[in-house]
C-alpha cells in the first residue's frame, strides 16, 4: 500500500514505490531468466549436435580429400591421375634390351612408359618430358633416350582446354631394380611430384 505524507501546509501526498522496489518487477526478472537459461540450454544442445555433425562432415570431407590428393597417393599403370585439372594416364610400361642401332648401358634396360596428357582446365598448359623422372630404387634420371625402334616419342608442347596428347618415354633402368616410379614434377618452382609404380 502506498504511504501517505503531509507537508507543513497540510496538503496530502502519496509516495509511490520505484518500479524495482516492486514485488512484481523482481518475479518478471526470475521468469525472464528461466526461460533464457532453458533457451540457452537448448541451444548448446543443438550447437553441441551441430558442431559434432560439423567435425565429421568435415572429417568425412578432408578424407576424401587425403583420397584424392595426388600429391600422396600413389598410382598403378592405367590408373589416372588428376592435378588441378591436368590428367595424366599411364597406358603401358615395356622393357627393351634395344636393337642392333641402340642398345642400352650394361646391366640396364630401356624403360618405355606409355602416357596420354589431358588439359581440363581453362586455360592452355605447357608439357614437356623433362617434366617427368623415372625413379629406379630412389635414383631419378630423365626419360631423354632416344630409341629408334620406339615410335611415338613425346615431344615438349601445348594443348588447349579439352586437348590431350599420347606418347611414350624413353628412359633407361638397371634390370635388377626392384621399384621403378615414373615421377611427374608439378612445377618448376617446388618438389611437389605425382607418382606412378612401373612395377
Known amino acids: 500500500m502506498a504511504k501517505q505524507i503531509k507537508d507543513e501546509n497540510g496538503n496530502v501526498y502519496v509516495q ?36 559434432t555433425a560439423t567435425s565429421s562432415s568435415q572429417a568425412k570431407s578432408s578424407s576424401k580429400k587425403k583420397e584424392v590428393n595426388p600429391l600422396t597417393k600413389v598410382y598403378k599403370v592405367g590408373q589416372t591421375a588428376s592435378y588441378k585439372g591436368y590428367e595424366i594416364k599411364v597406358n603401358s610400361v615395356k622393357y627393351s634390351q634395344g636393337d642392333d642401332f641402340n642398345k642400352p648401358d650394361s646391366g640396364k634396360q630401356y624403360v618405355i612408359v606409355n602416357i596420354t596428357i589431358t588439359n581440363h582446365t581453362n586455360e592452355s598448359q605447357d608439357y614437356n618430358p623433362y617434366d617427368f623422372k623415372l625413379n629406379a ?27 590431350k596428347v599420347t606418347g611414350n618415354l624413353v628412359g633407361q633402368a638397371k634390370t635388377s631394380a626392384k621399384k621403378l616410379q615414373l615421377q611427374y614434377k608439378t612445377s618448376f618452382w617446388n618438389d611437389n611430384t605425382v607418382k606412378f609404380n612401373l612395377k
Do not use: C, H, M, P
Open 16 to 51: 509511490k514505490k520505484k518500479f524495482y522496489q516492486r514485488w512484481w518487477f523482481w518475479f518478471l526478472i526470475v521468469v525472464v531468466a528461466i526461460f533464457w537459461g532453458i533457451n540457452s540450454l537448448g541451444n548448446n544442445d543443438q550447437s553441441t549436435s551441430s558442431s
Open 137 to 163: 630404387d630412389g635414383n631419378n634420371t630423365d626419360f631423354d633416350e632416344i630409341v629408334t625402334n620406339v615410335d611415338n616419342t613425346l615431344e615438349a608442347g601445348s594443348l588447349d582446354k579439352g586437348a
